[in-house]
């Protein structure tokens, strides 16, 4: 198996007074760079200097993340959760410092950090944020924040990303009971660290870092941004009628105490399966199967709210 694609990280030297916003002018369908502008005035009345730098692709998120870590600056990821994971993996690369701004159409890692929806309030309230070192998954070498899933939910999210009308969690419920009707049971195999492979015929596998997906669904409840493990969730085979069932669970996270939902818990995933499936995570497809999927402990730094007593 293959081992994570860079080192563990040593901290850069940042100055927190210096902002660089990474934008996605068409995350949320163009609702990030609606309220940039506010973003920018928010920073401004605590931070000596914002700079903003509007992203052509992920690719391009990760370069400007980099040269902005050089410049000893924080990042700020304006956009969805795919723009913060792209972006996330070359600041944990150069030991920088990121800060999330959710201007997506999901947001689930925000969500999961207690952020307001609003970027806006987050700018205003980001100079009392503290650091904390949290926990970077990656699958076939690409980096991710919250969680990686495939078989029936790589179906979910092909409809959900050629949905334009609704937003949140409605396109992916309109995704996953559209999905139902065609899905037919797929047959995995997974291995988790060192131990030996087990089939799984059913629904889903997948890798969680942190609780939320699909635009507020609770889907691995107890997943720990710092304790250096995956949350591996495996939805067995069911009928339609019993998913259909069960699906509502999913947005409080109690579909976890059914029967038909295991969650195990290891540093190193390996995933096979009967047919063709992309991995997707934090909205974007990272690999095909098979596919390995490994957590680098520590190995982000990220501002969060302060923590309550």
């Known amino acids: 198996m293959t081992q994570p694609s860079f080192p563990a990280p040593t901290a850069a030297a940042v100055d927190r007074r210096l902002v660089t916003v990474i934008v996605n002018p068409s995350a949320g369908r163009g609702r990030a760079l609606r309220l940039l502008d506010g973003v920018r005035t928010e920073l401004d009345r605590w931070a000596a200097d914002v700079r903003v730098a509007p992203t052509r692709d992920l690719a391009h998120a990760g370069r400007l993340a980099a040269e902005a870590t050089a410049q000893g600056r924080v990042v700020a990821a304006l956009g969805g959760d795919g723009l913060a994971g792209a972006v996330a993996g070359a600041v944990a690369r150069a030991g920088g410092l990121l800060a999330v701004l959710p201007g997506g159409r999901g947001n689930d890692f925000a969500r999961g950090l207690g952020l307001s929806a609003d970027p806006r309030r987050v700018a205003a309230e980001l100079a009392g944020f503290q650091e904390r070192r949290v926990d970077l998954p990656e699958v076939g070498g690409r980096p991710y924040l919250g ?87 495996l939805i067995s085979r069911t009928s339609r ?69």
């Open 147 to 233: 969680i990686a899933s495939v078989g029936f939910d790589s179906d979910v999210q092909v409809i959900a990303n050629r949905t334009r009308l609704l937003r949140g969690r409605h396109v992916y419920t309109y995704a996953a009971l559209r999905a139902v009707a065609a899905w037919r049971p797929a047959r995995f195999t997974v291995a988790i660290d060192d131990g030996p492979p087990e089939v799984l015929h059913g629904w889903t596998v997948a890798a969680a870092n942190a609780a939320y997906y699909g635009g507020g669904m609770r889907f691995a409840p107890d997943a720990d941004l710092a304790d250096g493990l995956l949350d591996i969730v």
């Open 241 to 309: 009628l019993t998913f259909l069932a069960l699906f509502p669970r999913v947005f409080t996270g109690r579909h976890v105490h059914t029967r038909h939902v295991r969650v195990l818990r290891g540093k190193r995933l390996h995933i096979g399966a009967d047919r063709p499936f992309a991995v997707y995570a934090d909205g974007d497809p990272l690999a095909d199967l098979p596919a390995e999927i490994v957590v680098r402990p520590d190995a982000l730094r990220l501002l969060v709210p302060p923590r309550r007593s």
